[in-house]
């Protein structure tokens, strides 16, 4: 699966395209019918018809866009006109060189118009190619053109790129280029509708060039470089639509195209448009299909073709060259040596890039038959390619510095990137030379005489060099004196013929050094990578660091995944290829020694230098000896090859299937095979975490496989990680720790003698050297990297005794006698010296094992049966450790053991001597603990009793309240300044924000509004969270202001801010969690004071603890009357009145706001006095509010002096009004010097944050399948706690605006609010206004008695719950869905039933027939769940009491509602009367409102939108669904177009809002708008009208989510995965991806947990390149 902006036609009927199935089905029986040529069908005539209008056509339009791009164009003399015109027009045409702001910063300066205008006309020039900009006089025009060209001066961008392609062209040169289009369109449609059409089409496009007429299709090509992007695209879709389509078409136009590449390649590169609108793109489409590759390179000579090209941009020394055909070729003459132009190439390699993958699509068919032309054409393009190849030889070489540091880095990048380039392409070429012994034969000889030529000029020189008792003749060259590289690709490129030959059993070693003049001369060619080996290995020591990071980058890509196989493995396949051809094996060996510097060292090498060479050049032996697992070296299958490249990837740590992917060579993830190799050797661990990757796990059986020496590691880093994990699996497996050597595959027969180096005496004089060197055996000279050295020289020398026993075991005289040989050089008696000796200590085991190893084999060679089965591969044990050393970790147990014992002795002595020193203190803390205990189970006891009074908990009861109120609650500390003495109120930092997550009607999109009223699809609302942090209010404003300087300081400087103090941002101190507002800390015995609760009544009758019957009609008579009272009271009132007049209807008010008893019956039970506090203070003053005083509402604190300025009654006004201001700020963006927010009710904002938090918790529990009253996060509690408790006080701090709130009562007795009654708002947040609002009117009455005002106040409370819970059910029945509760052959009555009809016949609704009583219950009882749920919440931090703790495993909605102090049944909620058949008379003020009859869910405005029906209503908020299978997600985007500029190009970033479901543009000028004199992108813009600025998109193209809020942004992948439990951002992998719930769940929680903003900013942290990304612009 792939995202690709590229054209293409459907392969469907392409047999080479295909293994097997070429054809659909629909297709296959079109191709079995289509036998015949349906251009017969039509009469000559026509078809002759046809032919002169289809060939004028295209004879017009290649004219007309064929035209180059100049002011003084002319169109040919059949087009031009009669009379002359000065109509002209200015074109500006499309480049990559400008941005699209410099561009419509050009337009709006000279055509003078507003950058609206000129962001379309960017737009189109973008799309299209070019733009007309400006019609008028040719004087105009020009006048335009040169205000278009003109640099800046000042502009970066203009200096550094050319001027704008602006051109004046004649009016009628326009039109009839435009027409030109329009005709090859027209033609394209035509073609793709009529098959007889098409071949004509077709017919004439190829048709054969005469010397009047010039071939179409060849007119238009070589014009592509002077087109633009809208005629490219005309020409090209009628091209995919004709010549595409047909075999043989295609390969004529195959044939066309390769005779003009070099010309198609010369004007791609002149020219800066991308590949995908140029007609190069053509190659995929013709050099994969098999048949026509073969026939191209065999006949058109592709591959030269190709190949010459690339020597253009590479080199400088090309002759031109002439044959039979008409192409140009190099010239054979051995003594031109092309020189490498690096200047050039670096320029243009980027355009010339696809040169490379248009030689691996020509390669890639691999010929089956040779044919003899085919054969000359293939050599002569290797031959070309070795030529080339031999520019490269030693690129970039260096020298060693050691005086001083390089001045200057040089330039790498290039010859690294040239070699990446070439890898696949040299991969394929061997695969031609491996198909054919002839062409590899051949091909290797023209390698090595190339090769010869270098030799003969640089490597020619021999010297010699004594070494042990002898003198050895070698290369004369010294990597520290004189210039050596890494990029050496020509003799790599022999190292891979000479390995590629031993897949033919013919070839005799013999026969390949009859190749090479003399062994000398193979000597010298394997030298150069020996070199580079030796000069990675120098660096590795770093005996080159003052060569700078240049040397060290290039190192590191060597042994990198991308550049290895043809760099490092290729090196190392030469020395062992030389190993196996060279009889002088210690002529060999001494080679490596010296271009290691072992033998003369270079300047400046000290001690570590040394001894990290020795490690390197023992690393280098084990590599080219025993790293086999090669099919052209061993005799090894791709599966054995496989898994151990697998097992070692994984031999580090577990993975996920993208990064093995990554690790592993390309010959093997090529291979489908791979996998299943994959899941032989690992297990696959899903994910637990959605944040995490599933990973693969090396299996426990595969760990003893692991070499702690193997070669593919690409830094120390990987190994030392691998060696390490691989030691921990294996002590947890209680297996050996010691790394026993394997046996590798058999070397083929024509590399069989490669080890011939082991047993050479120069190599066998080195080991026992470094065996008795002081570096080694001198305790007081070792160090770490001396125990590496022999670590590793033991690794050999058992990984030698290996490969001997192996080969014993098959044959008992095999040539093979390293034991022998290490016997007679002392070597093996060496080992058996030193097993006692301190340096080999830590190798004790690997030397007793070699020892052991060594008599197995001896003992073999004389011919004592052995059990093979006890030395197998898994099987290998050390011997057992000595008697003595059993002594020793016996005695250091001993010592161990005493000193712990003396320790805690000490310890324990200590600790004595503290409690003596500290006893009186200690005491006195006991007895205070001991207090606190008896204090908390008495306190516990008195609750028991109070639960077994009231079986249940109910909110209402005054006892239960001050219970909670006088519970001890953990006092919150500073987290600035840790100080719990000042006199300060305590503040949380806090986030608002203005938010439409639980919004069921997005189609509106209005401004965020402070009113009473909530309409009942919550558009929108407040929503507050905090991170649950406390501070002092002084130490933050301290704090804050610390952060606006901050602040100030980044932005003089231009440095990215996180936080924006415009709009009151900061970071909290603890947690950085991004914050704007501040809640102030208040106890829940302050808020119970101040509402006067301590002083009611303990306890007055309540529907759920009541025994008696009538009970609840007679409260709910009660309230009635008090409902008509308070109509009568208050039907004269004019809303628009003065305040004195508002304030006498008021009183009636709350006279009359009472419960369903006058008379309160005396408690039944006394208040316990342990629950009463333990000590209350004098009440003091805090602070006057419009002349009225509220007492003292805090806890005791300690009688100290406060040091501030700042005491505890300024505090709490301080901090209120911040509060108030930052509500302002962030919800309405309002300055507390406004008007507005001085006109506003100032505790609406926070009364409608506690309803949308309540809400938003409720629906995130729901949405999680948790009980509602589980407990919560110290995050929530807080922010419940905290902005509950602060409304309660806010309306007491203050003025009350009566009228308004007078206003909102009203809603109770039926009356409306402007367009709004209490049954068309949402029930749940006007209840929460209204039970606030009846607070704050009750709190500002004096003229009653404080213990009346406190029973008041809970009898207000419960009956403003009871009523908003009737009139929740009553919305539920009128806006219920009928289709929901309906069915066809329903008979039912049932009281709910009943209910049901008598509230819609008081609203005029039509009744309901066939309803069924189960579908009614069960969807009214979804629909009333979250509002139950949602009072239980708010009245448990409303009131302090805890409900029934059963509701924290699970909700059970007769608990709640006894809770609530309500009945469990619906009806009995809903009726005046047990026999359920009266209805609350309440229900019918309210349902006949006019309103609520114009509302009517029948009429056609409200069927046509079902989201203002129940229970969706009252359904989770949730994202959109998407598609299972992403290829579906895919479909829809490719069927997007960009609604302003709705041209067949597919948009550029299709975006899906998964908040509304709306495909939209992304990131681009089409759609830009304008807010608030600023262009935002369309996904930003989208996001201000759907969901207030915060915005969840999906990317399509690009798989991945962009989170975004204005100017804040981040990319998270897509909830999608592939079978590896994998994302794939951008389709880097293409496996098909599939939807995973974990993660859509847990993007579904972001959005409701309100995280956009907090997560953006962490993010933005995290991953330093959002900071870059122009999020507006989104």
């Given at each position: 699966?792939?995202?690709?902006?590229?054209?293409?036609?459907?392969?469907?009927?392409?047999?080479?395209?295909?293994?097997?199935?070429?054809?659909?089905?629909?297709?296959?029986?079109?191709?079995?019918?289509?036998?015949?040529?349906?251009?017969?069908?039509?009469?000559?005539?026509?078809?002759?018809?046809?032919?002169d209008h289809i060939y004028v056509i295209f004879k017009y339009a290649s004219d007309t866009l064929a035209l180059p791009k100049s002011d003084?164009?002319?169109?040919?003399?059949?087009?031009?006109?009669?009379?002359?015109?000065?109509?002209?027009?200015?074109?500006?045409?499309?480049?990559?060189?400008?941005?699209?702001?410099?561009?419509?910063?050009?337009?709006?300066?000279?055509?003078?118009?507003?950058?609206?205008?000129?962001?379309?006309?960017?737009?189109?020039?973008?799309?299209?190619?070019?733009?007309?900009?400006?019609?008028?006089?040719?004087?105009?025009?020009?006048?335009?053109?040169?205000?278009?060209?003109?640099?800046?001066?000042?502009?970066?961008?203009?200096?550094?790129?050319?001027?704008?392609?602006?051109?004046?062209?004649?009016?009628?040169?326009?039109?009839?280029?435009?027409?030109?289009?329009?005709?090859?369109?027209?033609?394209?449609?035509?073609?793709?509708?009529?098959?007889?059409?098409?071949?004509?089409?077709?017919?004439?496009?190829?048709?054969?060039?005469?010397?009047?007429?010039?071939?179409?299709?060849?007119?238009?090509?070589?014009?592509?470089?002077?087109?633009?992007?809208?005629?490219?695209?005309?020409?090209?879709?009628?091209?995919?639509?004709?010549?595409?389509?047909?075999?043989?078409?295609?390969?004529?136009?195959?044939?066309?195209?390769?005779?003009?590449?070099?010309?198609?390649?010369?004007?791609?590169?002149?020219?800066?448009?991308?590949?995908?609108?140029?007609?190069?793109?053509?190659?995929?489409?013709?050099?994969?299909?098999?048949?026509?590759?073969?026939?191209?390179?065999?006949?058109?000579?592709?591959?030269?073709?190709?190949?010459?090209?690339?020597?253009?941009?590479?080199?400088?020394?090309?002759?031109?060259?002439?044959?039979?055909?008409?192409?140009?070729?190099?010239?054979?003459?051995?003594?031109?040596?092309?020189?490498?132009?690096?200047?050039?190439?670096?320029?243009?390699?980027?355009?010339?890039?696809?040169?490379?993958?248009?030689?691996?699509?020509?390669?890639?068919?691999?010929?089956?038959?040779?044919?003899?032309?085919?054969?000359?054409?293939?050599?002569?393009?290797?031959?070309?390619?070795?030529?080339?190849?031999?520019?490269?030889?030693?690129?970039?070489?260096?020298?060693?510095?050691?005086?001083?540091?390089?001045?200057?880095?040089?330039?790498?990048?290039?010859?690294?990137?040239?070699?990446?380039?070439?890898?696949?392409?040299?991969?394929?070429?061997?695969?031609?030379?491996?198909?054919?012994?002839?062409?590899?034969?051949?091909?290797?000889?023209?390698?090595?005489?190339?090769?010869?030529?270098?030799?003969?000029?640089?490597?020619?020189?021999?010297?010699?060099?004594?070494?042990?008792?002898?003198?050895?003749?070698?290369?004369?060259?010294?990597?520290?004196?004189?210039?050596?590289?890494?990029?050496?690709?020509?003799?790599?490129?022999?190292?891979?013929?000479?390995?590629?030959?031993?897949?033919?059993?013919?070839?005799?070693?013999?026969?390949?050094?009859?190749?090479?003049?003399?062994?000398?001369?193979?000597?010298?060619?394997?030298?150069?990578?020996?070199?580079?080996?030796?000069?990675?290995?120098?660096?590795?020591?770093?005996?080159?660091?003052?060569?700078?990071?240049?040397?060290?980058?290039?190192?590191?890509?060597?042994?990198?995944?991308?550049?290895?196989?043809?760099?490092?493995?290729?090196?190392?396949?030469?020395?062992?290829?030389?190993?196996?051809?060279?009889?002088?094996?210690?002529?060999?060996?001494?080679?490596?020694?010296?271009?290691?510097?072992?033998?003369?060292?270079?300047?400046?090498?000290?001690?570590?230098?040394?001894?990290?060479?020795?490690?390197?050049?023992?690393?280098?032996?084990?590599?080219?000896?025993?790293?086999?697992?090669?099919?052209?070296?061993?005799?090894?299958?791709?599966?054995?090859?496989?898994?151990?490249?697998?097992?070692?990837?994984?031999?580090?740590?577990?993975?996920?299937?993208?990064?093995?992917?990554?690790?592993?060579?390309?010959?093997?993830?090529?291979?489908?095979?791979?996998?299943?190799?994959?899941?032989?050797?690992?297990?696959?661990?899903?994910?637990?975490?959605?944040?995490?990757?599933?990973?693969?796990?090396?299996?426990?059986?595969?760990?003893?496989?692991?070499?702690?020496?193997?070669?593919?590691?690409?830094?120390?880093?990987?190994?030392?990680?691998?060696?390490?994990?691989?030691?921990?699996?294996?002590?947890?497996?209680?297996?050996?720790?010691?790394?026993?050597?394997?046996?590798?595959?058999?070397?083929?027969?024509?590399?069989?003698?490669?080890?011939?180096?082991?047993?050479?005496?120069?190599?066998?004089?080195?080991?026992?050297?470094?065996?008795?060197?002081?570096?080694?055996?001198?305790?007081?000279?070792?160090?770490?990297?001396?125990?590496?050295?022999?670590?590793?020289?033991?690794?050999?020398?058992?990984?030698?005794?290996?490969?001997e026993r192996e080969r014993v075991k098959k044959n008992l005289s095999d040539p093979f006698n390293f034991c022998q040989r290490a016997e007679?050089?002392?070597?093996?008696?060496?080992?058996?010296?030193?097993?006692?000796?301190?340096?080999?200590?830590?190798?004790?085991?690997?030397?007793?094992?070699?020892?052991?190893?060594?008599?197995?084999?001896?003992?073999?060679?004389?011919?004592?049966?052995?059990?093979?089965?006890?030395?197998?591969?898994?099987?290998?044990?050390?011997?057992?450790?000595?008697?003595?050393?059993?002594?020793?970790?016996?005695?250091?147990?001993?010592?161990?053991?005493?000193?712990?014992?003396?320790?805690?002795?000490?310890?324990?002595?200590?600790?004595?001597?503290?409690?003596?020193?500290?006893?009186?203190?200690?005491?006195?803390?006991?007895?205070?603990?001991?207090?606190?205990?008896?204090?908390?189970?008495?306190?516990?006891?008195?609750?028991?009793?109070?639960?077994?009074?009231?079986?249940?908990?109910?909110?209402?009861?005054?006892?239960?309240?001050?219970?909670?109120?006088?519970?001890?609650?953990?006092?919150?500390?500073?987290?600035?300044?840790?100080?719990?003495?000042?006199?300060?109120?305590?503040?949380?930092?806090?986030?608002?924000?203005?938010?439409?997550?639980?919004?069921?009607?997005?189609?509106?999109?209005?401004?965020?509004?402070?009113?009473?009223?909530?309409?009942?699809?919550?558009?929108?609302?407040?929503?507050?969270?905090?991170?649950s942090h406390a501070m002092h209010f002084s130490c933050w404003t301290e704090y804050y202001e610390h952060q606006k300087k901050q602040y100030?300081?980044?932005?003089?400087?231009?440095?990215?801010?996180?936080?924006?103090?415009?709009?009151?941002?900061?970071?909290?101190?603890?947690?950085?969690?991004?914050?704007?507002?501040?809640?102030?800390?208040?106890?829940?015995?302050?808020?119970?004071?101040?509402?006067?609760?301590?002083?009611?009544?303990?306890?007055?009758?309540?529907?759920?603890?009541?025994?008696?019957?009538?009970?609840?009609?007679?409260?709910?008579?009660?309230?009635?009357?008090?409902?008509?009272?308070?109509?009568?009271?208050?039907?004269?009132?004019?809303?628009?009145?003065?305040?004195?007049?508002?304030?006498?209807?008021?009183?009636?008010?709350?006279?009359?706001?009472?419960?369903?008893?006058?008379?309160?019956?005396?408690?039944?039970?006394?208040?316990?006095?342990?629950?009463?506090?333990?000590?209350?203070?004098?009440?003091?003053?805090?602070?006057?509010?419009?002349?009225?005083?509220?007492?003292?509402?805090?806890?005791?604190?300690?009688?100290?002096?406060?040091?501030?300025?700042?005491?505890?009654?300024?505090?709490?006004?301080?901090?209120?009004?911040?509060?108030?201001?930052?509500?302002?700020?962030?919800?309405?963006?309002?300055?507390?010097?406004?008007?507005?927010?001085?006109?506003?009710?100032?505790?609406?904002?926070?009364?409608?944050?506690?309803?949308?938090?309540?809400?938003?918790?409720?629906?995130?529990?729901?949405?999680?399948?948790?009980?509602?009253?589980?407990?919560?996060?110290?995050?929530?509690?807080?922010?419940?706690?905290?902005?509950?408790?602060?409304?309660?006080?806010?309306?007491?701090?203050?003025?009350?605006?009566?009228?308004?709130?007078?206003?909102?009562?009203?809603?109770?007795?039926?009356?409306?609010?402007?367009?709004?009654?209490?049954?068309?708002?949402?029930?749940?947040?006007?209840?929460?206004?209204?039970?606030?609002?009846?607070?704050?009117?009750?709190?500002?009455?004096?003229?009653?008695?404080?213990?009346?005002?406190?029973?008041?106040?809970?009898?207000?409370?419960?009956?403003?719950?009871?009523?908003?819970?009737?009139?929740?059910?009553?919305?539920?029945?009128?806006?219920?869905?009928?289709?929901?509760?309906?069915?066809?052959?329903?008979?039912?009555?049932?009281?709910?039933?009943?209910?049901?009809?008598?509230?819609?016949?008081?609203?005029?609704?039509?009744?309901?027939?066939?309803?069924?009583?189960?579908?009614?219950?069960?969807?009214?009882?979804?629909?009333?769940?979250?509002?139950?749920?949602?009072?239980?919440?708010?009245?448990?931090?409303?009131?302090?009491?805890?409900?029934?703790?059963?509701?924290?495993?699970?909700?059970?909605?007769?608990?709640?509602?006894?809770?609530?102090?309500?009945?469990?049944?619906?009806?009995?909620?809903?009726?005046?009367?047990?026999?359920?058949?009266?209805?609350?008379?309440?229900?019918?003020?309210?349902?006949?409102?006019?309103?609520?009859?114009?509302?009517?869910?029948?009429?056609?405005?409200?069927?046509?939108?079902?989201?203002?029906?129940?229970?969706?209503?009252?359904?989770?908020?949730?994202?959109?669904?998407?598609?299972?299978?992403?290829?579906?997600?895919?479909?829809?985007?490719?069927?997007?177009?960009?609604?302003?500029?709705?041209?067949?190009?597919?948009?550029?970033?299709?975006?899906?809002?998964?908040?509304?479901?709306?495909?939209?543009?992304?990131?681009?000028?089409?759609?830009?708008?304008?807010?608030?004199?600023?262009?935002?992108?369309?996904?930003?813009?989208?996001?201000?009208?759907?969901?207030?600025?915060?915005?969840?998109?999906?990317?399509?193209?690009?798989?991945?989510?962009?989170?975004?809020?204005?100017?804040?942004?981040?990319?998270?992948?897509?909830?999608?995965?592939?079978?590896?439990?994998?994302?794939?951002?951008?389709?880097?992998?293409?496996?098909?991806?599939?939807?995973?719930?974990?993660?859509?769940?847990?993007?579904?929680?972001?959005?409701?947990?309100?995280?956009?903003?907090?997560?953006?900013?962490?993010?933005?942290?995290?991953?330093?390149?959002?900071?870059?990304?122009?999020?507006?612009?989104?």
């Amino acid at each position: 699966m792939h995202s690709s902006n590229g054209g293409g036609c459907c392969d469907c009927g392409d047999t080479e395209a295909w293994k097997s199935g070429a054809c659909c089905s629909l297709h296959l029986i079109d191709n079995e019918q289509n036998t015949q040529d349906v251009r017969s069908l039509i009469g000559q005539d026509l078809r002759r018809r046809l032919q002169d209008h289809i060939y004028v056509i295209f004879k017009y339009a290649s004219d007309t866009l064929a035209l180059p791009k100049s002011d003084q164009v002319a169109l040919p003399s059949l087009l031009q006109r009669e009379e002359e015109s000065n109509d002209s027009a200015t074109v500006v045409y499309n480049d990559e060189s400008h941005t699209y702001d410099y561009v419509i910063k050009k337009l709006s300066e000279a055509c003078k118009c507003d950058n609206k205008k000129a962001s379309d006309f960017a737009t189109i020039i973008d799309r299209e190619g070019r733009s007309i900009v400006i019609q008028g006089t040719t004087q105009s025009c020009n006048a335009v053109k040169q205000q278009m060209v003109k640099p800046d001066g000042y502009s970066m961008e203009s200096r550094n790129s050319k001027p704008l392609q602006t051109y004046v062209f004649p009016i009628n040169v326009v039109a009839h280029q435009e027409f030109s289009i329009l005709l090859l369109s027209w033609l394209t449609t035509l073609s793709q509708r009529c098959e007889i059409i098409r071949l004509i089409v077709s017919d004439i496009f190829v048709s054969k060039e005469t010397d009047k007429e010039e071939c179409i299709l060849r007119k238009l090509m070589v014009a592509d470089g002077r087109m633009w992007k809208g005629a490219r695209n005309s020409y090209f879709k009628l091209i995919m639509s004709t010549l595409m389509l047909n075999m043989e078409m295609k390969k004529d136009l195959s044939v066309h195209y390769t005779k003009l590449y070099a010309k198609l390649m010369e004007d791609f590169v002149d020219d800066d448009q991308e590949l995908n609108v140029s007609i190069m793109c053509l190659s995929v489409q013709l050099f994969t299909v098999p048949s026509i590759s073969l026939y191209l390179a065999e006949h058109e000579h592709l591959l030269e073709i190709l190949l010459t090209s690339l020597l253009i941009a590479c080199c400088t020394e090309v002759k031109p060259y002439e044959n039979a055909a008409g192409h140009g070729t190099l010239t054979d003459d051995d003594q031109i040596n092309m020189v490498l132009d690096k200047k050039k190439m670096k320029e243009t390699l980027h355009r010339f890039a696809n040169v490379f993958l248009d030689l691996k699509y020509a390669l890639g068919t691999v010929p089956t038959e040779w044919t003899d032309c085919l054969k000359e054409r293939f050599l002569k393009f290797f031959n070309l390619y070795v030529k080339m190849t031999g520019c490269f030889e030693g690129l970039d070489g260096i020298e060693r510095k050691t005086d001083r540091h390089l001045e200057q880095e040089p330039e790498w990048q290039t010859g690294v990137t040239v070699h990446m380039r070439f890898v696949p392409v040299i991969k394929y070429m061997m695969n031609w030379c491996e198909s054919s012994i002839d062409v590899l034969l051949k091909c290797l000889t023209l390698t090595i005489h190339r090769l010869s030529l270098y030799y003969a000029q640089t490597d020619s020189a021999l010297i010699k060099v004594p070494y042990g008792s002898k003198e050895y003749q070698i290369v004369d060259w010294d990597i520290t004196k004189k210039k050596v590289s890494v990029h050496y690709p020509l003799s790599r490129l022999l190292a891979a013929l000479l390995v590629t030959t031993s897949r033919f059993d013919s070839i005799t070693p013999d026969q390949l050094l009859s190749l090479f003049e003399s062994p000398d001369q193979l000597l010298a060619m394997s030298d150069r990578s020996l070199r580079a080996l030796a000069l990675c290995a120098q660096t590795m020591a770093s005996a080159w660091r003052r060569n700078g990071l240049a040397l060290v980058n290039q190192v590191y890509y060597s042994h990198e995944i991308r550049c290895r196989p043809e760099s490092f493995d290729r090196d190392l396949q030469m020395l062992q290829v030389c190993s196996a051809l060279l009889n002088d094996s210690d002529r060999l060996f001494v080679t490596f020694l010296q271009r290691y510097n072992l033998i003369t060292p270079g300047l400046n090498f000290d001690k570590t230098h040394i001894v990290a060479l020795h490690e390197e050049l023992v690393d280098l032996l084990l590599y080219v000896c025993f790293e086999r697992y090669d099919s052209y070296i061993a005799c090894v299958d791709f599966k054995e090859i496989a898994r151990r490249e697998i097992i070692h990837v994984l031999a580090s740590g577990a993975k996920p299937h993208s990064r093995i992917y990554k690790l592993l060579p390309d010959s093997i993830t090529d291979v489908p095979e791979w996998e299943e190799v994959l899941k032989d050797v690992a297990e696959f661990c899903p994910t637990v975490a959605v944040h995490n990757v599933a990973k693969y796990r090396l299996k426990d059986e595969c760990v003893l496989e692991v070499n702690p020496h193997f070669y593919h590691y690409a830094t120390p880093n990987d190994q030392t990680n691998a060696i390490d994990e691989t030691c921990k699996r294996r002590k947890a497996a209680k297996q050996s720790h010691v790394f026993v050597p394997r046996p590798s595959p058999p070397f083929k027969n024509l590399w069989k003698k490669a080890l011939n180096i082991l047993c050479c005496h120069t190599f066998l004089y080195y080991v026992h050297s470094l065996l008795h060197d002081p570096v080694i055996v001198d305790e007081a000279a070792k160090s770490d990297s001396s125990d590496k050295l022999l670590e590793k020289v033991l690794y050999l020398i058992g990984s030698a005794i290996v490969e001997e026993r192996e080969r014993v075991k098959k044959n008992l005289s095999d040539p093979f006698n390293f034991c022998q040989r290490a016997e007679e050089e002392n070597i093996m008696e060496a080992m058996r010296q030193s097993v006692d000796k301190p340096s080999f200590s830590n190798n004790k085991d690997m030397v007793c094992w070699i020892v052991s190893a060594c008599d197995d084999v001896q003992q073999r060679r004389l011919g004592v049966s052995q059990d093979d089965s006890a030395s197998h591969d898994d099987s290998f044990e050390v011997a057992p450790r000595p008697a003595d050393d059993l002594e020793k970790a016996r005695l250091r147990k001993k010592n161990a053991e005493t000193t712990r014992n003396a320790l805690l002795a000490k310890m324990r002595s200590q600790q004595q001597s503290f409690k003596a020193k500290h006893s009186v203190d200690l005491d006195s803390i006991e007895l205070e603990q001991a207090s606190v205990s008896a204090l908390d189970t008495e306190t516990e006891d008195m609750d028991s009793s109070a639960v077994d009074v009231n079986m249940q908990p109910v909110c209402f009861v005054p006892r239960l309240q001050i219970a909670a109120a006088n519970a001890s609650e953990v006092k919150d500390i500073c987290i600035l300044c840790q100080d719990s003495s000042k006199d300060i109120i305590l503040v949380l930092a806090a986030y608002v924000q203005v938010s439409s997550v639980l919004s069921k009607d997005r189609s509106s999109s209005k401004p965020f509004e402070v009113d009473a009223c909530v309409d009942i699809t919550n558009r929108n609302g407040v929503h507050v969270s905090t991170c649950s942090h406390a501070m002092h209010f002084s130490c933050w404003t301290e704090y804050y202001e610390h952060q606006k300087k901050q602040y100030q300081y980044r932005s003089q400087r231009r440095l990215h801010n996180r936080y924006d103090i415009d709009k009151n941002e900061y970071d909290c101190p603890l947690c950085r969690r991004l914050s704007n507002c501040i809640i102030p800390v208040v106890s829940q015995h302050c808020i119970t004071k101040v509402r006067g609760l301590l002083n009611a009544p303990p306890t007055f009758p309540t529907v759920s603890s009541s025994n008696e019957p009538n009970l609840q009609s007679e409260q709910m008579l009660n309230s009635m009357e008090f409902l008509n009272r308070l109509d009568d009271t208050t039907a004269s009132a004019s809303f628009s009145a003065e305040e004195n007049e508002a304030a006498n209807n008021l009183l009636l008010l709350r006279e009359d706001w009472v419960d369903a008893s006058d008379t309160i019956p005396p408690a039944s039970s006394p208040v316990p006095p342990a629950i009463l506090p333990a000590a209350v203070e004098e009440p003091v003053v805090l602070m006057e509010v419009g002349g009225d005083d509220f007492e003292d509402i805090l806890p005791p604190r300690p009688a100290r002096t406060s040091t501030t300025k700042m005491n505890y009654k300024t505090s709490i006004k301080l901090a209120f009004e911040e509060m108030e201001k930052c509500f302002n700020s962030a919800c309405l963006g309002l300055k507390p010097t406004d008007p507005i927010a001085l006109q506003q009710d100032k505790c609406l904002l926070v009364w409608r944050s506690i309803a949308y938090t309540v809400q938003s918790l409720e629906m995130i529990s729901r949405f999680k399948k948790e009980p509602i009253m589980q407990d919560p996060t110290i995050r929530d509690q807080k922010t419940l706690t905290g902005i509950t408790r602060s409304a309660f006080l806010k309306s007491r701090l203050d003025q009350v605006s009566k009228s308004k709130r007078e206003k909102m009562m009203r809603l109770l007795v039926g009356e409306s609010d402007g367009e709004t009654v209490l049954l068309t708002t949402n029930i749940f947040s006007s209840m929460v206004n209204l039970m606030f609002a009846a607070d704050s009117l009750l709190a500002a009455n004096k003229s009653k008695k404080e213990s009346e005002r406190s029973t008041r106040a809970i009898q207000n409370d419960r009956n403003i719950l009871h009523l908003c819970t009737v009139a929740q059910i009553a919305q539920i029945m009128l806006f219920i869905d009928v289709n929901e509760i309906t069915t066809s052959d329903a008979i039912c009555d049932s009281d709910l039933i009943r209910a049901l009809n008598q509230i819609r016949s008081y609203a005029h609704f039509e009744p309901l027939t066939n309803v069924d009583d189960l579908k009614l219950e069960a969807c009214v009882k979804e629909s009333f769940a979250p509002f139950v749920r949602s009072c239980t919440l708010l009245m448990r931090y409303a009131t302090g009491v805890e409900p029934d703790p059963i509701l924290k495993s699970s909700d059970d909605m007769s608990v709640m509602l006894k809770y609530l102090d309500l009945p469990t049944d619906i009806c009995d909620i809903l009726c005046l009367s047990t026999d359920g058949n009266t209805l609350h008379p309440a229900i019918q003020k309210w349902c006949s409102h006019s309103i609520i009859v114009k509302s009517n869910p029948s009429a056609a405005d409200t069927v046509s939108n079902p989201k203002r029906l129940f229970p969706y209503l009252s359904s989770a908020s949730l994202l959109v669904t998407l598609e299972n299978d992403y290829s579906d997600v895919m479909e829809k985007a490719s069927e997007f177009k960009c609604p302003r500029f709705p041209v067949e190009d597919e948009a550029i970033h299709p975006t899906l809002c998964m908040i509304c479901g709306v495909i939209l543009c992304s990131q681009t000028y089409c759609c830009q708008e304008d807010v608030d004199g600023r262009s935002v992108g369309p996904s930003t813009f989208h996001s201000l009208q759907c969901s207030h600025e915060h915005g969840v998109f999906l990317r399509i193209r690009q798989c991945r989510i962009l989170l975004l809020n204005r100017n804040r942004g981040c990319f998270r992948p897509a909830p999608y995965v592939d079978r590896h439990g994998e994302t794939d951002i951008g389709f880097k992998r293409g496996n098909p991806l599939y939807i995973d719930m974990g993660r859509m769940k847990e993007l579904n929680l972001l959005w409701l947990n309100h995280q956009i903003d907090d997560v953006t900013v962490r993010d933005t942290d995290s991953n330093r390149h959002f900071m870059n990304v122009g999020w507006p612009n989104m």
